[in-house]
């Protein structure tokens, strides 16, 4: 062992690299997230409330299992931000639906829970920073601001897709606008990185939230009509397929330079 090596691995981040990769990721499971949720909680009608109570002990389980973790694992990780975005989905049609808090309103409790998650983190551990996280109360607050933006985002989808008269395609221009907008600060501007992630981390959930809507609805409804169970099974595919070529060439690349 190599002197420093022990101190170096204990301090390896355990969330994956902020890159072009990642970002595809995430909108492939957060659509995974709106069609999975959905097909829990309509398609098999187990209900929202119900469908919640199982995601949330569902990551709860993994959750546990990234937080024990030493190091960073590309499958638990991404299966911990599918959880996230699932349970996202329940969580957010039971505040609009079953709860009938409206689309509206619901965006703005959840907004309002995001930034209270952000201000706390902040004011405890001093940066909101996601370049390295290696455990502790940074990987906690990480964790807990994923899942409530990830809720945001199912909320703010909805709600711009059937409350605001856009529709799914044209929502999905609007916030792809967005996106685009981001990433052109992040290359042209000195606006803080971290900001500019978090910012890009809620549009991507109502993205892959209207995306799902897009695949899954009927024509009648404004979407294609593949339906919840094939748009799930394609878009899983997409992401284990991306995991897999992704963190294989890292790890080919690692091995070749050492």
Same mark, same amino acid.
């Given at each position: 062992?190599?002197?420093?090596?022990?101190?170096?691995?204990?301090?390896?981040?355990?969330?994956?690299?902020?890159?072009?990769?990642?970002?595809?990721?995430?909108?492939?499971?957060? +659509?995974?997230?709106?069609?999975?949720?959905?097909?829990?909680?309509? +398609?098999?009608?187990?209900?929202?409330?119900?469908?919640?109570?199982?995601?949330?002990?569902?990551?709860?389980?993994?959750?546990? #299992?990234?937080?024990?973790?030493?190091?960073?694992?590309?499958?638990?990780?991404?299966?911990?931000?599918?959880?996230?975005?699932?349970?996202?989905?329940?969580? @957010?049609?039971? $505040?609009?639906?079953?709860?009938?808090?409206?689309?509206?309103?619901? @965006?703005?409790?959840?907004?309002?829970?995001?930034?209270?998650?952000?201000?706390?983190?902040?004011?405890?551990?001093?940066?909101?920073?996601?370049?390295?996280?290696?455990?502790?109360?940074?990987?906690?607050?990480?964790?807990?601001?994923?899942?409530?933006? &990830?809720?945001?985002?199912?909320?703010?989808?909805?709600? %711009?897709?059937?409350?605001?008269? $856009?529709?799914? %395609?044209?929502? &999905?221009?609007?916030?792809?606008?967005?996106?685009?907008?981001?990433?052109?600060?992040?290359? #042209? +501007?000195?606006?803080?990185?971290?900001?500019?992630?978090? /910012? /890009?981390?809620?549009?991507?959930?109502?993205?892959? /939230?209207?995306?799902?809507? $897009?695949? +899954?609805?009927?024509?009648?409804?404004?979407?294609?009509?593949?339906?919840?169970?094939?748009?799930?099974?394609? %878009?899983?595919?997409?992401?284990?397929?991306?995991? /897999?070529?992704?963190?294989?060439?890292?790890?080919?690349?690692?091995?070749? &330079?050492?």
């Amino acid at each position: 062992m190599k002197p420093g090596t022990q101190t170096a691995t204990s301090t390896l981040s355990k969330v994956a690299e902020v890159t072009l990769a990642f970002w595809v990721m995430k909108i492939a499971a957060t +659509t995974v997230g709106e069609t999975g949720g959905d097909m829990i909680s309509m +398609t098999m009608q187990v209900g929202y409330v119900l469908s919640t109570i199982i995601l949330l002990a569902i990551f709860g389980v993994v959750l546990t #299992l990234q937080l024990r973790a030493k190091k960073f694992h590309p499958w638990l990780y991404w299966l911990v931000v599918l959880a996230t975005s699932t349970a996202g989905t329940t969580i @957010s049609d039971m $505040l609009d639906r079953t709860f009938e808090l409206g689309y509206a309103l619901g @965006s703005g409790l959840i907004a309002s829970c995001l930034v209270a998650v952000l201000i706390v983190w902040k004011r405890t551990t001093g940066s909101l920073s996601v370049d390295h996280i290696s455990g502790g109360r940074d990987e906690a607050f990480y964790w807990a601001a994923i899942l409530v933006s &990830n809720t945001l985002g199912t909320a703010l989808g909805d709600f %711009l897709a059937d409350s605001s008269g $856009l529709g799914f %395609l044209w929502s &999905n221009v609007l916030i792809s606008s967005g996106l685009i907008a981001i990433a052109l600060a992040f290359f #042209l +501007t000195k606006i803080s990185r971290t900001a500019l992630f978090w /910012a /890009a981390f809620v549009l991507t959930r109502p993205f892959g /939230a209207t995306m799902g809507d $897009l695949l +899954t609805k009927s024509p009648d409804h404004g979407g294609m009509g593949i339906g919840t169970v094939g748009s799930s099974a394609v %878009l899983l595919a997409v992401l284990a397929g991306m995991i /897999a070529v992704t963190y294989r060439a890292k790890a080919t690349g690692s091995a070749i &330079n050492n």
